[in-house]
Nanobody
Framework: HVQLVESGGGSVQAGGSLRLSCAISGYDAVYLCMGWFRQQPGKEREGVAVINRRGTTRYGDFVKGRFTISKVNAEKTLYLQMNSLELEDAAVYYC??????????????????????WGQGTQVTVS
């Protein structure tokens, strides 16, 4: 059973940066697809960025080169470096994991329904 714990959220001024972290336990992170999602009040959860076993990444259109997802398997940690933050980036950010079998996950889906395990979320406020 995969367990995910996010950290690194907080308040930042527009134009600033934050780095979110997600500690992964319960399964070898090498084999998982991992993603960051966000949810704003009154809106559906949306995909921010995903990374698969090959290290292939995919980003939501709104990212526009501002964010970088990375996974350090030895540290069992997923990161999201967010730069040039905008007011519209304020949301609760969630870490998620997708398990597709023992050969590993190669998906690059940004659909929340594709993911099996979720963290509790971390708040990002931009002012």
């Amino acid at each position: 059973h995969v367990q995910l714990v996010e950290s690194g959220g907080g308040s930042v001024q527009a134009g600033g940066s934050l780095r979110l972290s997600c500690a992964i336990s319960g399964y070898d992170a090498v084999y998982l697809c991992m993603g960051w999602f966000r949810q704003q009040p009154g809106k559906e959860r949306e995909g921010v960025a995903v990374i698969n076993r090959r290290g292939t990444t995919r980003y939501g259109d709104f990212v526009k080169g501002r964010f970088t997802i990375s996974k350090v398997n030895a540290e069992k940690t997923l990161y999201l470096q967010m730069n040039s933050l905008e007011l519209e980036d304020a949301a609760v950010y969630y870490c998620a994991a997708q398990y597709t079998g023992i050969s590993g996950c190669y998906s690059t889906s940004l659909a929340p329904d594709s993911f099996d395990y979720w963290g509790q979320g971390t708040q990002v406020t931009v002012s």
